[in-house]
């Protein structure tokens, strides 16, 4: 208690303390309000009175600031709660380009804050503007017209309290085109936390809207050009697209404190994704110094998920984080592609390929460091990076990779990868399984590497071992079973010869690279080379190689080889084929491969040569590659040694070789050599052959052949004589058979500057010939026959015979790498040549005899056939011998033209006309038209048709017999024939595959009209029809020309049809079958015998024209009239049977039956006679009575008689004799 009454009066003197500090703080701020209230009083007092001081502190605000001119018009100061300033323009620089410009501008200010140099703006109001902003060699913005002095200073005006209304403000950007300038509205309602209304806009559509408080609202972008951030900001990558966004937004003193929304990119137009837009997040977080803003989750690219952090500071201090589960490589180039130092900047422009898995970036700038650090560190997932500079080009990269920007480390793992460095290989690898550890450290212009022991599985399976150090490289490689023609993958761009390298790249078409071991020590930029120290070793086995030398080279086929490369020498065993030729032995070596002119290729090779095989490499030496249409065989074999020098750059090859002939053939076409022998020796441009000797036409033949100065103007001699057999010339078979005998010849031609010679002679003293006329001749014939050529070897040659039978000249032509024959002239006789045609054959000839049915037996079935050239002829003989005809002096013109024919004729004899035509197509049939003018076939000369047959020589079922359409049409003006004109005689066939259809074959003749058809099928041994009518008025001129006289006149008409077996010229009475009939009607037979012996007497001369026409003559002797006299026969197998023949006259009748041999001329008949043929008619057929009393044949009476025997002598015995009453 004590106590607490001792410390009240401490307690009441510290409340009075408080009470007196208290009233003293209300008197001081009340002081300082009042003081203030009169400072406000003054300024308002101040500029109501003096508002110009305001209109002055601005003109010199602007002109402090601005270099331009400073263009002020129409301004009125006043005052409305505070200094207001009015203008109507505000111009700084020119009129016509302003840097900046305002329109109507009202300005409402606060009074007080002017008074400490603060003008704090309590309303604006602008009705329009422009103002154009610059970028300064700093890379900053700022307003154009600015004084360098002022370039980063700012007006000390304040617009965040003041209400605005901006109505069209334009910002004009540094772009010609205008495509960048920005139109500003800005509302705001004034005060301390102001309504806000900003919208910003752009071409196509674009604009940047704000709406909300001041420090807290919503914001939306729409139609952003993505390029515009790289030309607003240099050092931020340069990418594509439209960018559009919205969200909300805190900022406090202009900076952002805090920032969320969404964001699409559309067509960011990223090399490695096919994505068409990008959607993300956005998240900013800012302080007072410092800031980070994070985007996170990234859609709709191939980086899935994705997510970026970026911490800023004020100060210059920047730090990011950029993580993603799997990111498209291509992408990253796209985006962190100007982040990259320079000696990277190439593999920027470049496509890549592949994802990064795991991805971690990290990256930052330390203050005052134009460097930007960074480290990536990812796991590779099939990257395809392009190869640049020294670097190789990767496909299909795999591992664990830790990079910077100067150094990297990678843990190798890749299944398959693809390796293109053109530095070194011309061509990819593609290796698999490959593992090891890289690091590398980039020394200023290249990358130092080091590597522990690689491990590579590769094409042919590959196995490779290798140590990087960073001056040594060391490596172990087996290949096996790699297709030769990927042998080229290992070639290196560096350290061999040029040459060597194109060749070994084009040389290997198949095959197998069986095994090949490689090792290698020494500095890797030194490969495949050999200095100092290094070391290299290649042993390779080659299988069944198809390698291709050089063009107009054979190539070497089913090759077997061992190579074995040391240093710089290389060395190859190998046999196998050149173009076909089987080659027991070849080796090869090369030196001084590591120089740019590597030393000669020296090659061997000993072989038996089949030389079937060399025809095709021979076919392309300067000799014979203008000849190659002749059908030229090569046979038999012989044994090369070649030996090969064959540089690497333009010196020409040398070649040294013999060959050894053992028994060869030489065939051209129908000519052929045989068990030719002796040594050829060759080099590249020489050949020499002396002494090799052969058969040739089945007789001795030595040739001899040198040749020089192949490969520039060929200069070559060949001489060729022997013995040939006659009989053996390459002529058809028939023709063989009638030559007999030697022929001794030589022949000798040179060639020389490609112009050609050739001279040679035949005696034919030692052979016969029995061919037609006019190329017969016999034993002891001294007649020589001379052959002369000459022409330019690449171009044309002209060939002459001269023979006692006549004379010949060919020429051939060149028609680029083939020759053809082009024209000949022949004659046939004495005379001089015809004109050489420009194409085509010309043949004139004369002479005593021309057998052509002789020639016609040489010719081969079917005639030559073919397509013939161009060919006129003009002959005229003395006699031609045609179809058993002798045609005296006739002259034959023609001409023939590919396959069709037209021929022209006359003689005394005959005279006419034929034309052939051809089928233009297939289905088509060809055509002969046959005209004859006259035609006179005498009796003495006419055979019978199997004679002429026989002369001929025809076939029974030649070529022609059947095959294409072909249509013939023959008509015959005037036939005289045995002494009797045929006129209109006209003939219609057909050919088809199955034979001859004869149509029509018509005339007339001696008052008998002919009308007859048939038909020829030659196959399965052919057969032959003929059938058809032969009518008359009056037979009897027609049956007396035959020989026939036994009938003096009737009205007679034939019918029937026959057949045979084989041609139509093949035809015998023992193989005829078939029918024939005959009527005869109303006339006379000529006198007859009075004895019965007369009854079958025959004319044996005529006997088949008798039987066949019922010549009846001898029967009866002085003439008979008769009604009608008709008959049947049945022909076959030489027999002509009847059991029909009948004659009816007034005085007698007549029944005949039995049968005619035809072949040996035999006989046996019944005939059956009835005279008083007129009581016959009262009696015989009355009817009942004539039966009864005559019997079954109404005759009253009648005599049997039986004939036999021979056709000139038949014995005739009758037989029986009665009477209708006897019976």
Not at 92 to 104: Q, R, T, V
Not at 640 to 652: G, S
Not at 804 to 832: M, V
Not at 1098 to 1108: A, F, G, M, W, Y
Request: proline fraction near 6%; charge should be positive.
């Amino acid at each position: 208690m004590a106590d607490a009454h001792a410390d009240a009066p401490h307690q009441a003197g510290l409340r009075q303390s408080l009470r007196s500090l208290a009233v003293g703080f209300a008197w001081v701020s009340a002081v300082l309000v009042a003081g203030a209230m009169l400072l406000i009083l003054a300024a308002y007092l101040l500029f109501i009175y003096r508002p110009e001081l305001l209109r002055d502190y601005l003109r010199n605000a602007l002109v402090e600031h601005f270099s331009e001119p400073v263009q002020l018009s129409v301004i009125r100061t006043g005052w409305k709660g505070g200094p207001t300033v009015q203008f109507q323009h505000l111009l700084i620089g020119s009129a016509a380009h302003p840097d900046l410009s305002l329109n109507d501008v009202d300005l409402r200010f606060f009074a007080l804050p002017l008074l400490a140099g603060n003008v704090l703006v309590r309303e604006l109001d602008v009705a329009s503007g422009s103002v154009k902003l610059l970028k300064n060699a700093q890379g900053q913005w700022h307003l154009a017209g600015l004084k360098p002095s002022h370039s980063n200073g700012r007006f000390n005006l304040k617009l965040d309290p003041a209400r605005l209304q901006i109505q069209h403000f334009l910002i004009e950007l540094p772009d010609n085109q205008h495509s960048t300038d920005l139109h500003l509205q800005w509302l705001s309602t004034g005060g301390l936390r102001p309504d806000m209304q900003i919208h910003l806009d752009w071409a196509k559509g674009g604009s940047l809207q704000y709406a909300g408080a001041a420090g807290n609202g919503q914001w939306a972008l729409h139609g952003l050009p993505v390029a515009w951030l790289h030309k607003l900001e240099g050092r931020l990558p340069a990418l594509q697209g439209v960018l559009s966004a919205k969200g909300s937004l805190v900022w406090q003193d202009g900076l952002s404190s805090a920032l969320d929304g969404h964001f699409q990119w559309q067509h960011p137009g990223f090399t490695g994704s096919k994505a068409t837009g990008v959607q993300g997040q956005l998240r900013w977080q800012g302080f007072t110094h410092s800031g980070q803003l994070e985007i996170s989750p990234i859609s709709g690219i191939s980086a899935q998920p994705l997510s970026a952090r970026l911490r800023l500071h004020w100060k210059g201090r920047l730090q990011g984080d950029f993580s993603a589960k799997r990111l498209p490589v291509q992408l990253v180039m796209d985006i962190a592609g100007p982040l990259l130092p320079a000696h990277w900047q190439n593999w920027r422009q470049s496509s890549w390929h592949g994802n990064l898995r795991d991805m971690q970036v990290h990256f930052a700038r330390i203050r005052n460091s134009q460097k930007l650090g960074w480290q990536l560190q990812t796991r590779l997932d099939d990257l395809d990076i392009p190869a640049l500079g020294q670097a190789p080009g990767l496909d299909g990269l795999s591992g664990h990779l830790d990079f910077q920007p100067q150094q990297f480390s990678l843990h190798l793992q890749s299944r398959q990868l693809k390796v293109f460095w053109p530095r070194y290989f011309a061509h990819s690898w593609f290796l698999q399984k490959v593992s090891g550890h890289i690091s590398g450290r980039w020394n200023a212009q290249h990358w130092s590497l080091q590597a522990a022991p690689l491990l590579v599985y590769g094409p042919g399976d590959l196995q490779l071992t290798a140590s990087i150090g960073p001056q040594q490289l060391h490596l172990q490689a087996r290949l096996q079973h790699l297709p030769a023609r990927d042998i080229n993958t290992f070639l290196p761009n560096q350290g061999i010869s040029p040459a060597l390298q194109r060749w070994l790249s084009m040389a290997f078409l198949s095959g197998t690279l069986d095994k090949a071991d490689l090792r290698w020590r020494g500095p890797w930029q030194h490969l495949p080379q050999n200095h100092n120290h290094d070391h290299l070793n290649l042993q390779a086995h080659f299988h069944n190689v198809h390698l291709h030398y050089a063009a107009r080279w054979p190539d070497a086929e089913h090759l077997d080889a061992r190579l074995l490369w040391t240093g710089n020498t290389l060395t190859v065993r190998s046999h196998g084929d050149i173009s076909g030729i089987p080659v027991r032995e070849a080796q090869v070596s090369i030196g001084n491969l590591d120089t740019a002119l590597a030393s000669p290729l020296y090659a061997e090779i000993n072989t038996p040569l089949p030389m079937a095989k060399l025809l095709p490499c021979l076919r392309q030496t300067p000799i014979l590659r203008h000849a190659q249409t002749p059908p030229l065989q090569l046979s038999g074999e012989g044994q090369l040694h070649l030996a090969l020098k064959v540089p690497f750059h333009h010196e020409k090859t040398q070649v040294q070789g013999v060959l050894a002939l053992q028994k060869a053939g030489v065939k051209m076409g129908n000519w052929r050599a045989e068990s030719i022998s002796g040594p050829i020796h060759f080099q590249r441009d020489a050949i020499n052959a002396k002494n090799l000797q052969g058969q040739f036409v089945g007789g001795p033949a030595q040739v001899s052949l040198q040749a020089k100065a192949l490969d520039q103007q060929t200069h070559l001699q060949m001489q060729l004589q022997g013995s040939l057999q006659a009989g053996q010339l390459p002529l058809p078979q028939s023709w063989q058979s009638r030559l007999h005998g030697v022929i001794p010849y030589q022949v000798s031609g040179t060639l020389e500057n490609g112009r050609l010679r050739l001279l040679g002679s035949a005696r034919l003293q030692r052979s016969r010939s029995s061919l037609p006329a006019p190329f017969n001749w016999s034993y002891a014939d001294e007649t020589p026959v001379s052959i002369s050529g000459q022409g330019l070897w690449d171009r044309a040659f002209d060939l002459t015979v001269h023979a006692a039978q006549g004379q010949a000249r060919l020429s051939w032509k060149s028609e680029g790498r083939h020759w053809q024959w082009r024209a000949a002239a022949l004659r046939l006789g004495a005379g001089p040549l015809p004109k050489m045609p420009g194409y085509g054959v010309r043949i004139d000839g004369q002479g005593q005899v021309l057998p052509v049915d002789e020639w016609f037996a040489l010719l081969p079935a079917g005639g030559p056939g073919g397509r013939l050239p161009t060919t006129r002829f003009d002959l005229h003989w003395q006699q031609v011998q045609l179809l058993g005809q002798v045609w005296q002096h006739t002259r034959i013109l023609g001409e023939a033209r590919g396959r069709n024919w037209h021929l022209r004729w006359r003689s005394p004899q005959s005279a006419g006309k034929l034309t052939y035509q051809a089928a233009r197509i297939p289905a088509q049939a060809a055509a002969i038209h046959l005209d004859v003018q006259k035609l006179v076939l005498s009796p003495a000369q006419t055979e019978p048709l199997q004679s002429a047959r026989r002369a001929s020589g025809m076939t029974s079922s030649p070529a022609w017999a059947s095959g294409g359409p072909l249509d013939l049409d023959a008509h015959m003006d005037h036939l005289d024939w045995r002494g009797h004109l045929a006129h209109d005689v006209s003939l219609q066939a057909e050919r088809s595959p199955s034979g001859w259809q004869l149509s029509a074959l018509k005339g007339e003749w001696l008052g008998s009209h002919w009308d007859l058809s048939g038909a020829w099928l030659p196959h399965d041994g052919g057969m032959t029809t003929v059938q058809g009518t032969v009518q008359s008025h009056n037979i009897g001129p027609a049956l007396e020309a035959l020989g026939m006289n036994s009938l003096e006149y009737g009205q007679a008409r034939y019918t029937g049809k026959i057949s045979w077996p084989g041609a139509p010229w093949n035809w015998n009475v023992q193989h005829l079958q078939g029918t024939i009939q005959s009527h005869i009607k109303n006339g006379r037979l000529k006198k007859m015998g009075t004895d019965v012996s007369w009854l079958v007497y025959v004319n044996p001369t005529t006997l088949l024209k008798d039987l066949l026409t019922l010549d009846y003559r001898p029967l009866f002797g002085e003439g008979l009239f008769f009604h009608a006299l008709s008959a049947k026969f049945v022909l076959g197998k030489g027999l002509a049977r009847s059991q029909d023949i009948r004659l009816n006259s007034s005085a007698l009748a007549m029944h005949g039956a039995g049968t005619l041999d035809m072949v040996d001329q035999q006989m046996n008949l019944n005939l059956q006679v009835y005279p008083l043929q007129s009581f016959d008619w009262l009696l015989g057929d009355f009817p009942l009575l004539g039966p009864a009393l005559f019997g079954h044949s109404g005759k009253v009476l009648e005599l049997n008689y039986l004939a036999q025997g021979s056709w000139e002598h038949p014995m005739v015995t009758r037989i029986s004799s009665s009477s209708a009453k006897d019976k």
